[in-house]
């Protein structure tokens, strides 16, 4: 990533509000090595043929995510996939609009039809795997900024853009501690895991200074570095088995 991009203070950041979240994923884009240009959104008529396709008027920072980055793959479909304008879909309850998906297809998530003319609605989650049930949602985030700024760093998690490091481990409870106490919580909320939401198990968000850090049900760990000494410093504090430490 670009030097001046402090990666700590935009995840911050990003979580105010709707023009922050979407602020968040031009700057990202930029620090990744590739500004937004015109042609990474979807046009209006792409989104609109959606509208009539499905009935309904979609969410004013949904259509505006679309717009937006709605064609850059590697922000919004690296690992699980923002749903193009094409796609997107109204579940088989008739009260959910379906806008993205796990990788595997094993987990939707989804906004309330009843909160579509929301300025920052809600978001939903089901999965199709383990205990829950095929059309039963769980609340993931209660406003969808918070949701896209979640997708624009798990996805980064995955992007290897150009400057970032990345590594993930298995979570020991003394190395948990740790992470506890050394990094800031960002102000995202906890995620219910999507593979089983009704379990009550969550994803958390911590940051330090370059480095961001996923923990996964306090088992796993995931972290995006802005340089090699970073990611180093993170798996120093952090001992364990890195997956993506080179060798020696």
């Known amino acids: 990533m670009e030097p001046g ?4 203070a935009e995840a911050r950041a990003a979580a105010v509000d709707a023009d922050s979240a979407l602020r968040f994923a031009g700057r990202l884009a930029a620090a990744a090595g590739r500004s937004l240009a015109p042609d990474d959104g979807y046009p209006d008529s792409v989104l609109e043929k959606a509208q009539e396709r499905l009935g309904v008027a979609l969410p004013g920072l949904l259509v505006r995510l679309h717009e937006t980055v709605g064609r850059r793959d590697d922000l919004v479909r690296v690992q699980d996939r923002l749903l193009a304008p094409h796609e997107l ?5 008739g009260t959910v609009l379906q806008w993205r998906v796990e990788n595997q297809g094993c987990a939707w998530w989804g906004i309330p ?6 300025a920052d609605p809600p978001v939903l989650v ?3 795997t383990g205990s829950d049930q095929e059309h039963t949602w769980y609340p993931y985030l209660d406003r969808l900024s918070l949701a896209i700024e979640e997708m624009l ?3 980064s998690l995955f992007a290897g853009h150009d400057g970032t490091w990345a590594d993930n481990m298995e979570l020991e409870e003394a190395s948990l501690r740790v992470l506890e106490a050394h990094f800031e919580r960002l102000p995202i909320p906890d995620c219910p895991m999507w593979t089983d939401p009704s379990a009550g198990v969550v994803w958390r968000w911590f940051a330090g200074p370059s480095v961001v850090l996923r923990e996964d049900a306090g088992t796993w760990v995931w972290v ?4 090699e000494q970073a ?6 504090l952090l001992p364990g088995d890195w997956l993506m430490r080179p060798d020696g």
């Open 5 to 8: 991009f402090d990666l700590l």
């Open 89 to 93: 879909s109204i579940d088989a309850t």
């Open 113 to 118: 039809l009843d909160s579509l003319g929301h």
């Open 126 to 128: 089901r999965a199709i």
């Open 153 to 155: 760093l798990s996805e």
């Open 224 to 227: 995006l570095a802005q340089s």
């Open 231 to 236: 990611v180093d410093d993170v798996r120093t």
